[in-house]
């Protein structure tokens, strides 16, 4: 790792993240490798991008009476790593090396419980529908920064870790795109989302 890459990082948070602290983490398992990235989406209210309601629910700040649907995720206790937001700004709310709680019951490769060994990033959007081209240039630099730090070996939607019960990022997120741009192995990403090789 260059000298470059280290002064990305002050221990577990990363520095050009804005940083906003989450009061919803805990530690990770004694030994555990943080091998895993997992990709979700998330906006509030769904579908509408600016606002600053995700910030607030990842910080406990929510007004729950500021829209109907907050009723649905009311008392929510919840965070992630990272959020990206639609103009490619990147913020941080848990500390890399902390566990964030954004996968909820999950299972990957045979291994319950993937909040313990995975960081959890949060694009601003709603599944089904597209990312922007921002978006995608923050998240590949992150990628790469998390690669240089820890022991990554897979990347995967929520979708993937727990099927059925969540669908994002979605059939919107371009994942030929972000192998492409990771030039990560097939290996690293779920079998789903890997092309065909040609010739």
């Known amino acids: 790792m260059s000298t470059e890459q ?86 941080q709310f848990v500390d890399a090396d902390a566990r964030a709680w954004h996968a909820g019951r999950s299972s990957w490769r045979g291994r319950e419980g993937c909040n313990d060994a995975s960081v959890g990033i949060e694009l601003e959007g709603l599944e089904g529908l597209h990312f922007e081209p921002l978006q995608y240039v923050a998240l590949v630099r992150l990628c790469q920064a998390l690669q240089e730090r820890y022991p990554v070996v897979d990347i995967a939607g929520h979708e993937h870790i727990a099927p059925g019960r969540k669908q994002d990022p979605g059939p919107g997120f371009d994942w030929a795109f972000l192998q492409q741009q990771l030039a990560w192995p097939d290996r690293c990403f779920p079998e789903c989302v890997v092309s065909p090789r040609q010739g």
């Open 6 to 91: 280290l002064d990305d990082w002050q221990g577990g948070w990363w520095r050009p993240a804005r940083r906003c602290d989450s009061p919803n983490f805990g530690p990770r398992p004694a030994n555990t490798a943080i091998d895993l990235v997992v990709i979700h989406s998330i906006s509030l209210p769904p579908g509408v991008y600016g606002t600053p309601h995700v910030e607030a629910l990842f910080t406990n700040r929510l007004d729950w009476d500021a829209h109907p649907y907050f009723d649905q995720i009311r008392g929510a206790e919840v965070s992630s790593h990272f959020f990206v937001r639609r103009d490619g700004e990147v913020v």
